[in-house]
T-cell receptor
Framework: NAGVTQTPKFQVLKTGQSMTLQCAQDMNHEYMSWYRQDPGMGLRLIHYSVGAGITDQGEVPNGYNVSRSTTEDFPLRLLSAAPSQTSVYFC?????????????FGNGTRLTVT | GIQVEQSPPDLILQEGANSTLRCNFSDSVNNLQWFHQNPWGQLINLFYIPSGTKQNGRLSATTVATERYSLLYISSSQTTDSGVYFCAVTNSGGGADGLTFGKGTHLIIQP
């Protein structure tokens, strides 16, 4: 049981490049979400999903796309990276469909956009 | 949206000391969780505690939902307790959503 797995651990992009941050969980959790963590800001919700085929926006969705084709995977796409997207990104999942049971986090992806 | 304030922002203690971390929130909640982010950046769920009191070893937490605050107690601190402690909540009025995080308490335990 690996829990929540994020890849890659580190990534450097140039402005305008695109990439996908991968997130997978093997706990059969319905709820999955993406957060970004910036210095002094805590964590802020980007997008979330309550099940396969269902996604919704969080607090800071601009510049990011998501999809949920399977229960296990919830990738986060940056279509045209900007320096403001330099951050640490965390994927998290929860057993229930509204994210109100304990949230389990992956180990994060540190992204730098130059 | 709901506001979450944590205090103190920074805390430096000697090994063996006890500490109390506070989380105030601005609206009613049906979900409150405490997390520890260790110096390597990993986020570990400590407690799911929308109300009442829970204990896990040297750590315990109490949430008084009617007064809109939660406390995290750490007893007999160890250097491995160092890191940032986050409180996160979900507003009772909301539907499916994510947690709103406070900015954290940065705890340093010195040997």
């Amino acid at each position: 049981n690996a829990g929540v797995t994020q890849t890659p651990k580190f990534q450097v992009l140039k402005t305008g490049q695109s990439m996908t941050l991968q997130c997978a969980q093997d706990m059969n959790h319905e709820y999955m979400s993406w957060y970004r963590q910036d210095p002094g800001m805590g964590l802020r919700l980007i997008h979330y999903s309550v099940g396969a085929g269902i996604t919704d926006q969080g607090e800071v969705p601009n510049g990011y796309n998501v999809s949920r084709s399977t229960t296990e995977d919830f990738p986060l796409r940056l279509l045209s990276a900007a320096p403001s997207q330099t951050s640490v990104y965390f994927c998290a999942s929860s057993l229930d469909t509204v994210g109100k049971l304990p949230l389990h986090f992956g180990n994060g992806t540190r992204l730098t956009v130059t | 949206g709901i506001q979450v304030e944590q205090s103190p922002p920074d805390l430096i203690l000697q090994e063996g000391a006890n500490s109390t971390l506070r989380c105030n929130f601005s609206d009613s909640v049906n979900n409150l969780q405490w997390f520890h982010q260790n110096p390597w950046g990993q986020l570990i769920n400590l407690f799911y505690i929308p109300s009442g009191t829970k204990q896990n070893g040297r750590l315990s937490a109490t949430t008084v939902a009617t007064e809109r605050y939660s406390l995290l107690y750490i007893s007999s601190s160890q250097t491995t307790d160092s890191g940032v402690y986050f409180c996160a909540v979900t507003n009772s009025g909301g539907g499916a959503d994510g947690l709103t995080f406070g900015k954290g308490t940065h705890l340093i335990i010195q040997p």
